[in-house]
């Protein structure tokens, strides 16, 4: 009986694997050259179990989802694919290879972290698919676009800030308020141990010094699975450093939270990811209140223009689990789709290649802070519109290829980031408040310390 | 070195109680449960949504979080093991892959975020000019009692006295009149009851992620093999031994360093004694 059971069995799993090898080659009979009435294909790739993976995942169907209820790409649809890159380049490497051979796409949107973008670059170079990444701003990803251009590193393009842009922001921010305005000259380098971490950790250590006069006094650099800080925060405080200068893009709300339970007498200030999520509030437990980060706009704390509005409106109608607010590669994965599509419009398609990147190099793009898409200012109270997001690609001459030029200014100029705070309690009873502290011109709320922090570490020299 | 013997003391009893439910199922079931990980995350999940979730008190929160850890151990014993208790190695993989699944469902329901515990005590102390968390003191504490508790139990009660004579002579126990299920069921609901209240301590002093159970299952594991698999003492000694030198590593070594010292340990117990330090 048993042994019945066990052939029957091992016939059902036969005739499983047949199918499984036959059916995608069937699939692939059919597949060729796309018809002109079939959908365009968009792929996306991301953590799809975390808020950065999903926050870009949510925006890009509700750009397809316009695009096409507008009429679609050159009249043909979009159609949306998706794969799990998790958190590991293995698997990105996986997901990129399932997106370009199975699905076949016409184009990619990521919302991966650093290492795993890192690790499906090789395969960009082979496809040669147009890849937008809307989270990483590692710069080893644009030196392989700017390197290896030709190669096929034209095809990639990241609609925000890269690493080295962002440093500005941190050198304006020490400089502004953490040298001038609290008139400190020593820190401690506290970073995690990530290409992202390394890599702008790098880069305060050789600007911030030089660039604001703020010295140095040791580097901890952790492990991004340490679960048990104490014995980290025990060496940054036997520094005993005006302030701390933390980067950190993975697992935020274990040092954060760590610092709070602890009581660090030191401020803390730099990058924290996790800081810059409208769950950080409950991450915590509660215990946010304080935390700034450094981030590259658009991010919570901030006004809105109404096209981000719009976005806002609709990322809320349809999703209500977290994240409930989009990241910032949210904001970016949505107007990069439209900078890829209407690039494809003037280029007749995503092919040839060099046509439609020529195209997309052209992008030119002001969100205006009351008119949106247009200049508005009737609708400014001052009677003068503002430049609110400025989004254009540097072209392959530049040492930043493909990395977006986010001007804020409105002069286009160099990009600048943001440095947000959590207010100390919840003005509202459900939702915690977030204002901007730098820079200036985008300020709407004043600096605060939290409330361990002794006197003597308040005063301004 | 006073850090390292005030951490290392502290970490080791919190090592201790997570260890313990793990040596006490295979004490007296001569299996290995490596979903009891698993309790110890969902445990700590439980917590953080009775008390900041839904806002209920804190010993609320605890009762919730060994409510379901006991029943997930009651129901994984019911509903699986016992069927296969002649077969350890069923048991040892389908509990493995159990643990797994408690992640993913974890993954769902909290996705796959590091969310923190509040402090159940909160502030620092200073100790012999070391930072001390309240809130680890009040874990280790909590620990020792949970721990005593088991240790009063399995010497001074009835049940005890008949999981002693279990781990010791199954036949034996079971010709003297001992009915074998039943203190296997007593031992398992006590383990999953021990894993909610090491949840709760583990998921504050560290974070919440649903792989959480990794970490307590590696240790747990090397624990109970250097100590001796089944042996209460031996996974007493052996989590001060793991606690203490981890401690040490961390602070005069390398952070990144710290699960070595315990691996290495339990591979030259293997070696130089493979029963355990208090094995039999």
């Known amino acids: 009986m048993k042994k019945k059971g066990l052939q029957k069995l091992g016939v059902l799993i036969s005739v499983v694997l047949a199918l499984a090898i036959v059916l995608p080659l069937a699939g692939g009979c059919t597949a060729g050259a796309p018809a002109p009435e079939e959908p365009w294909k968009c792929g996306y790739i991301g953590a799809l179990a975390t808020d950065v993976g999903r926050s870009s995942q949510r925006t890009t169907q509700i750009a397809i989802d316009e695009i096409n209820a507008a009429g679609g790409l050159l009249g043909r649809q979009i159609e949306y694919v998706e794969a799990d890159s998790t958190e590991e380049p293995l698997e990105g490497v996986k997901a990129y290879e399932y997106l370009a051979e199975h699905h076949k796409v016409d184009f990619i949107v990521s919302g991966c972290i650093d290492d795993v973008s890192l690790g499906w670059m090789p395969r960009l170079l082979e496809y040669k698919i147009p890849t937008l990444d809307t989270w990483t701003s590692a710069i080893r990803c644009i030196e392989i676009v700017h390197d290896d251009y030709e190669a096929g590193g034209k095809a990639y393009f990241m609609p925000h800030m890269n690493d080295y842009d962002q440093g500005a922001e941190y050198v304006a921010f020490a400089n502004d308020l953490l040298a001038a305005e609290m008139g400190w000259d020593t820190m401690v380098l506290y970073y995690e141990d990530t290409a992202y971490g390394c890599g702008v950790a790098e880069w305060v250590r050789d600007e911030i010094g030089p660039g604001a006069g703020i010295e140095t006094l040791g580097e901890v650099c952790y492990d991004i699975g340490t679960f048990d800080f104490t014995p980290v925060y025990s060496k940054i405080v036997a520094y005993d450093p005006d302030f701390i200068f933390h980067i950190c893009s993975v697992n935020c709300v274990p040092p954060s939270a760590a610092y709070v339970e602890m009581e660090i007498p030191i401020p803390i200030f730099g990058v924290n990811v996790a800081a810059c999520s409208a769950e950080f509030w409950d991450d915590m437990g509660g215990m946010a209140g304080g935390f700034n980060a450094t981030m590259p706009p658009p991010t919570i704390g901030l006004e809105w223009d109404p096209v981000s509005q719009a976005l806002i409106d609709k990322y809320k109608a349809r999703w209500t689990d977290r994240p409930i607010f989009p990241h910032f590669n949210g904001f970016n994965a949505y107007q990069g789709i439209y900078h890829m599509v209407e690039a494809a419009e003037r280029a007749g398609g995503f092919e040839p290649l060099d046509k439609w990147v020529k195209e997309m190099e052209k992008t030119d793009q002001i969100l205006w802070r009351y008119g949106g898409h247009e200049r508005r ?85 | 070195m006073e850090q390292i013997l005030i951490q290392g003391a502290l970490l080791s009893g919190l090592y201790a109680l997570i260890a313990m439910g793990f040596t006490m199922i295979f004490g007296v079931g001569r299996v290995l449960n490596l979903a009891h990980a698993g309790y110890v995350m969902v445990a700590g999940y439980s917590y953080f949504w009775a008390t900041y979730m839904m806002g209920l008190p804190i010993v609320a929160g605890f009762a919730i979080a060994i409510a379901v850890s006991t029943g997930l151990a009651v129901g994984t014993y019911l509903g699986w093991v016992r069927r296969f208790l002649n077969d350890p190695t069923i048991v040892f993989v389908s509990t493995f892959i159990f643990a797994l699944i408690l992640e993913h469902v974890m993954t769902l329901a909290f996705f796959r975020e590091n969310i923190n515990v509040p402090p159940i005590v909160v502030g620092m102390t200073q100790v012999m000019g070391c930072p001390v968390s309240n809130n680890l003191v009040a874990a280790v504490i909590a620990s020792w009692a949970c721990i005593g508790a088991v240790l009063f139990f399995v010497r001074k009660t009835h049940m005890g006295r008949a999981m002693r004579a279990l781990a010791m002579d199954r036949r034996g126990a079971i010709i003297s009149g001992i009915n074998p299920d039943m203190v296997n069921l007593t031992t398992w609901a006590i383990s999953g009851a021990l894993a909610g209240v090491a949840g709760v301590f583990w998921g504050s002093y560290t974070f919440l992620v649903p792989s959480l159970w990794v970490l307590p299952l590696i240790m747990s594991f090397a624990i109970v093999v250097i100590g001796g698999l089944g042996s209460i003492e031996g996974t007493l000694a052996a989590a001060h031994i793991v606690g203490f030198m981890e401690t040490a590593t961390v602070l005069a070594i390398n952070d990144k360093l710290r699960s070595v010292p315990g691996l290495v340990i339990m591979i030259i117990v293997l070696l130089a004694r493979p029963k355990g330090l208090f094995g039999r």
């Open chain 1, 377 to 461: 200012d009737d609708l400014s109270p001052t009677g003068q519109d503002i430049k609110w997001q400025y989004y254009m690609y540097y072209g392959p001459d530049h040492d930043y290829t493909h990395s977006c030029v986010l001007d804020q200014t409105g002069e286009h100029g160099r990009p600048g980031g943001m440095v947000m705070q959590w207010k100390l309690e919840k003005q509202d009873p459900l939702e915690a408040t977030v204002g901007i502290i730098h820079p200036e011109r985008w300020r709407n709320t004043e600096f605060v310390f939290v409330p361990w922090i002794p006197e003597e570490k308040r005063i301004q020299k």
